[in-house]
């Protein structure tokens, strides 16, 4: 039997076995969560980052999806963190069809993020296509691999529905994180534009004295509870996760290491980590890049994790909703989709200065097809769960705490990875690598912020 039927009975059975689910997005009778796991792990040799850094040669820990998939509140709703650099465009819609079949539900039911590893995949189908009619150029994501990490993932979900547990409170909490995030764009001129990055390490004086800037300090963990059990952790921090990079060696990083000494401590719990709005946040104030320094921060990050859920208030589960808003934004028009192919093209160019159009030309081919982006929120009685896509900055995320009341609001970012980086408007004219790579122009702000308002909106 294929996975697909499979799921869709073990879905069916565990319909059945609820007491009366609630027609339409609204009511909790009945709210059950069930937990999933998968390895997707690449094999030796695949492309690390979109092809330009050095490839997989060692496994030190292994790469997951990790998910959950919330039944009893209208049709199954899927939450899934990948320990990959990014899903995109085509990618990301395989993906939730994946799961939504998986999960007997709709692919605008499930959220996919990425946690944004860098020796990970950078999984674009369509700048794929593009790089391999060039044979000297390295691959962006093998194909084959992609259709398999998926399907593994698609027979967990599957496996998982029929063991899911009641769900009756739901907590927040949240804690500071001390000495991990900075902001990496206050380096800047008299007028204001970005001069130098901050990046993940760091060990220029000048650059680690200067303050973490803005950035939101908190993790935050949503909690399901069966009764007095916590079946469920969701966790969501705002900083790029990567100590260092493009050794070829495999592993989910400090977030990752965190996440996974979390799980060890408390094995009756599903621990799922989210990377929320980081796309100008990054470890380089505090990270100098050694085996040491990730240890660090593998242990600052597991010290916010048990503190977040130290002082935790189960609520009982009253409601639950599920809104989503499709964004269509535009993409830039410089370079222009010739130019783009042309330096895809251009052998005097080298590893991401030919790779990297290719995704740009991928998101602008997408936008023409009307592939929508969906930003959804998942709102458990108080608290809310918000989707973003992409490399989104971190006021994105504040902006989404100032529109909840109580400010219950834990957001990831990384999903649909198309538009690569999402400045807010008043950074585009401070320029800086990010909005070199920042595939829409500024009106996606508006068109985001205002998807941000529909979802939450109570
Ligand atoms: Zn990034």
Known sequence: MNPTRRSLMAAGTAWTLLPGPVAGAEGAGGLHIAT???????????????GWIKPIEVVDDPLEALGVVLLGAGKPIVLCAVDWTGILNEAHVAWREALAQAAGTTPDRVAVHCVHQHNAPF?????EKLVAAHAELPHIVLPDFHARAVDTVRAAVAAAIGKAAPVSHVAMGRAKVEKVAGNRRLDRDAAGRVKSMRGSACRVARLTDMPEGLIDPDLRTVAFYNGSRKVASLHYYACHPMSYYADGRVTSDFVGLARKARQAEEPGCHHVYFTGCAGNIAAGKYNDGTPKARA??????????RASEAGMEPEAVKTVSWKTAEMLPTARVKPSVAELLASIADKNLKGAARNRPAYEVAWSRRL???IPVVVSALTVGGVSLLHLPGESFVEYQLRAQSMAPGGKVAVAAYGDGGPWYIPVKEEYPAGGY????AFSDDSIDGIMTGAMKRVLAS
């Open 36 to 50: 999933f796991r998968a390895d997707v792990t690449p094999p030796k040799g695949h492309p690390c980052c979109g």
């Open 123 to 127: 999984a674009c189908l369509e700048a």
């Open 296 to 305: 660090d921060l593998t242990f600052r990050m597991l010290a916010a994790l």
């Open 368 to 370: 023409e097809k009307k």
């Open 434 to 437: 990010e909005v070199s790579v």
